[in-house]
């Protein structure tokens, strides 16, 4: 699946997972966008750096952002609006109205990471998490793209072996706002024998024809594969699930349709990754099989997001936390920030020639050797954060697109 780009580096292999999903099937998604000046097109762009490594991995990805699109004739507008921990501490809550309205105006969101040990014992509609799941539900960004490609320079970082890592590449569709996250009733109250009860639903109806025709589309533009994960031997909502992807299954006879209980994909994505094309889910099984995907594919600092809606903006992220532990020490891998940026030119504005500079970019810093700690063996360059950046900044500059 992998096409091969003469660079005039050496010759790197772009990985088909980057290449997903086409124009054409993404043309709900796609944005307004401003005629700057004759040749140039601007965009708005709202950063929120959050807490931990976020703001870190957030200002190079920026950089990268801007260099990529300077050189395609693509200018941008930033601006930088507080989220999570940081919003709490400048302003009480953890997703201001401001940081809505400017994200609503813009023609795409690149997040870092939210949450840290500061705010761990906060009530919880003050947590930092929460502004991530508000902010989620303010877009509609209903459709979140969690792309795992075990890159050829990465096998040996996974922990599986060589010969079940090498070559995965799969796409994980996950529900992003409905279910279990977001179903009401929900809370912890105290019942008739005074003892206390938490509880959440579970609940889906039309959301599941929406994800599931995104999840379709994908597979179609992938390899023709689409195993869909539900736990209907228990889950009411699972039963419906697994009927109305049946049922609009008829609708794309291109795509293979298969269905899987969450127990044995979980089992199978250790046990034989390469079965898996695409797969599409509730909201909380892919929150879940998404780390786990994470990890075939050496580090979970790797992997970026995309979460889009029908229509306005898109919301781009990696797909780790914030790392307190490391933030401010200049360890982290900003590559799942910089190939969330890549995803939000491909598939937030359809800019996909500026897009493949940086997943290009990506791979020729690879093929150099450099290494953040998460992702370093014996043999490689181990580098900071900052570092990392810099290096991907400078193939970005050095490369002549393929045409795509
Ligand atoms: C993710 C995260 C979030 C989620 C948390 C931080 C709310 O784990 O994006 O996968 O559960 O969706
Ligand atoms: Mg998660």
Same mark, same amino acid.
């Given at each position: ?32 966008? %401003? &005629? ?5 097109? !601007? ?13 870190? &991995? ?9 260099? %990529? ?10 601006? /930088? ?17 401001? #940081?809505?309205?400017?994200?609503? /105006?813009?023609?795409?969101?690149? +997040?870092? %990471? ?30 979140? +793209? ?30 992003? #706002? ?5 179903? /009401? ?17 579970? &609940? ?5 024809? !929406? ?14 594969? +689409? ?19 049946? $049922? ?13 209980? &969450? ?78 940026? %890549? ?7 359809? /800019? ?12 020729? $810093? ?39």
């Amino acid at each position: 699946m992998a096409a091969a780009l003469q660079t005039n580096i050496r010759t790197v292999k772009v990985p088909a997972t980057f290449r997903a999903v086409s124009k054409q099937s993404l043309a709900p998604f796609r944005v307004r966008c %401003a &005629v700057a000046s004759p040749g140039k097109k !601007r965009y708005t762009i709202t950063l929120l750096p959050g807490d931990g490594i976020g703001p870190e &991995v957030v200002s190079i990805a920026k950089n990268v952002l801007q260099q %990529a699109g300077s050189l395609e004739g693509v200018e941008f507008n930033f601006r /930088e609006m507080p989220i999570g921990g940081a919003a709490l501490d400048l302003v009480g809550v953890p997703l201001p109205e401001e #940081t809505i309205s400017a994200a609503k /105006e813009s023609d795409a969101v690149l +997040l870092g %990471a939210i949450g840290g040990y500061k705010w761990d014992n906060n009530e919880k509609h003050l947590r930092p998490e929460k502004g991530l799941l508000q902010i989620r539900a303010a877009l509609k960004v209903f459709a979140n +793209l969690r792309p795992a490609t075990v890159l050829p320079q990465l096998v040996d970082a996974s922990t599986l072996k060589r010969e079940v890592a090498e070559g995965v590449d799969l796409m994980v569709v996950r529900e992003l #706002t409905g279910g279990i996250y977001f179903g /009401e009733p929900r809370g912890i109250k105290t019942n008739e024998n005074g003892e206390e009860v938490g509880f959440n639903t579970e &609940v889906y109806a039309h959301e599941i024809d !929406r994800i599931a025709r995104v999840a379709f589309e994908t597979a179609r533009k992938r390899r023709g594969k +689409l195993c869909s994960v539900d736990k209907a031997n228990v889950l009411e909502a699972s039963i419906l699930w697994r009927k109305r992807v049946t $049922a609009l299954a008829s609708e794309y006879p291109d795509v293979e349709l298969s269905h899987m209980y &969450v127990d044995n994909a979980a089992m199978q994505l250790v046990r034989d990754p390469k079965q898996f094309d695409t797969i599409v889910t509730n909201n909380i099984f892919g929150d879940i099989l998404s780390d786990e995907a994470s990890m075939i594919t050496g580090s979970i600092g790797m992997l970026p997001s995309a979460s889009l809606s029908d229509s306005g903006p898109g919301l781009f992220e990696p797909i780790h936390g914030s790392a307190p532990d490391i933030a401010g020490q200049d360890k982290a891998n900003p590559l799942a920030t910089i190939l969330s940026a %890549a995803m939000l030119l491909k598939y937030g504005l359809g /800019e996909e020639k500026a897009a493949k500079r940086i997943e290009d970019a990506v791979l020729v $810093a690879l093929n150099n050797g450099f290494r953040t700690g998460d992702i370093y063996s014996a043999g490689t360059k181990l580098v900071g954060c900052k570092e990392m950046g810099e290096e991907v900044l400078k193939s970005v500059d050095s490369q002549v697109p393929a045409s795509v």
